[in-house]
């Protein structure tokens, strides 16, 4: 029987009907991707009745929760219903072998994951949740000749492993990047959520709707950094070592051990790397500022409790003293400041007024990371550590709470000047 389909695809989908091993589309809110995808599955089934589709999330503890009605729904509007049997769990091909299913990730192992080798597509939705572990299970399970692997996303992180895998610029591969504005059969009501949301909260918006990392909206710790150029912003490029004090903030963390390294630029900081080393301990960094800076005078800003921590180095010997043994000085209160204030001046640094004295070379990739990460706990006024992002943030705090402190007219430190 022939049938005949009428589908209207939006030009931002085009490249994603050419065949391809991966095919990603990331974006915002209303931009179309999962109607594209759930359109595509409903075409290639009509084509080719054998033709076995699984469609993934990380975690599906529900078929309420997964693209099943929205492909249902599909299969009605392009007028193929007669062509298909919709069941409870899944969706068979009348005429055919073919079927789609629906399946969570984390029910899998290395063993139960073989089910899925004869498929000849697998759409994973929410591709943003999909961990490591899942890639590495899929990817090469889905192995049947000419079979195709399609991700559609909200991006969240540049961390996150499907942003790193289309980041590796895959052979076979192609991903497109669309939001609310690319798709001409936005409802009104939508156009005008996205319009509210503009106006209330830009950053969260430009996530939500324009599809950019998440840098938590108003709920951002620091929110006053901006991750687009300077002036705009505070990611500057120009950023270079000026020849004078190399400043280095420290936080002691075992894992990771987290360090920003500056210069001073007038009244302002100026960011040239940010290190984040996993496993780690005071001697490993320090010897790593000595190879990077040698013959400089290097002043490390770090966290007061180094001055009383024992590391096992040895016997008795703080950080501090690890620190003045590289001969490097070390400048730092004598107690902690508290939270808020640190992220108070650091705030202020980033913007204060119209201007933006903290600048961030982009190599300094940790740290604009963590700056836009980093968010408060629900209701409170307390940062949320779960993210890992307060390492980077801490070291930089402790860095402009030394050097940059906007919020007291005198520096008061602990210092010491390394003696030979």
């Known amino acids: 029987m022939l049938v005949s389909i009428n589908r209207r695809v939006p030009r931002w989908a085009l490249p994603l009907q050419r065949r391809q091993r991966y095919k990603g589309a990331s974006g915002g809110r209303g931009s179309g991707k999962s109607h594209f995808f759930a359109e595509e599955a409903v075409e290639r089934m009509v084509c080719d009745p054998s033709l076995r ?4 999330r990380e975690v599906q503890r529900s078929l309420k929760f997964s693209a099943k009605a929205l492909v249902e729904a599909k299969i009605r509007e392009l007028g193929v219903a007669s062509l298909f049997l919709v069941l409870t769990t899944e969706i068979r091909r009348v005429g055919g072998s073919g079927v789609m299913i629906f399946e969570g990730m984390q029910d899998h192992t290395s063993d139960s994951i073989k089910s899925l080798e004869g498929f000849g597509v697998a759409w ?5 949740s999909i961990s490591q572990r899942s890639l590495d299970l899929l990817l090469p399970t889905i192995r049947a000749e000419g079979s195709e692997i399609w991700f559609s996303w909200n991006p969240d992180k540049k961390t996150d492993p499907v942003d790193q895998l289309f980041a590796k610029g895959l052979d076979g591969s192609v991903r497109v990047h669309t939001t609310y504005r690319d798709n001409p059969f936005l409802p009104s009501t939508l156009r005008d959520e996205a319009r509210r949301l503009k106006e209330a909260d830009p950053e969260k918006y430009e996530h939500v709707w324009g599809g950019a990392y998440n840098l938590g909206g108003k709920g ?3 929110a006053k950094f901006l991750d687009k150029p300077f002036p705009e912003g505070n990611v500057d490029a120009s950023v270079c070592d000026l020849g004078g004090e190399i400043y280095v903030g420290q936080d002691f963390n075992v894992n990771p051990m987290a360090s920003v390294i500056a210069v001073r630029a007038v009244d302002e900081c100026h960011v040239l790397d940010c290190l984040l080393i996993e496993t780690s301990n005071t001697p490993e960094v320090c010897q790593e500022i000595a190879d990077r ?3 400089r005078r290097v002043v490390f800003c770090p966290d007061p409790a180094g001055n009383a921590r024992h590391t096992n180095a040895k016997a008795g010997q703080t950080d501090f003293a690890i620190i003045r043994s590289f001969g490097f000085e070390v400048r730092a ?3 902690h400041p508290p939270v808020v ?3 108070n001046n650091v705030n202020m640094m980033l913007c204060d007024g119209h201007r933006r004295r903290m600048r961030i070379h982009p190599k300094a990739a940790h740290l604009i990371e963590s700056f836009g990460g980093q968010v408060y706990k629900t ?3 307390i940062p949320d550590k779960s993210g890992g992002y307060d390492h980077p943030n801490d070291a930089a705090g402790y860095l402009c709470w030394q050097e940059f402190n ?5 520096r008061a430190s602990v210092s010491s000047f390394a003696i030979g």
Do not use: K
């Open 53 to 56: 589709v699984v469609c993934i």
């Open 379 to 381: 209701d409170t006024n």
């Open 220 to 222: 951002r710790v620091y």
């Open 341 to 343: 204030d640190r992220v």
């Open 124 to 128: 994973v939705e929410e591709a943003q």
């Open 333 to 335: 209160p004598s107690a």
């Open 406 to 410: 906007l919020l007291h007219d005198t």
């Open 293 to 295: 800076f040698p013959h």
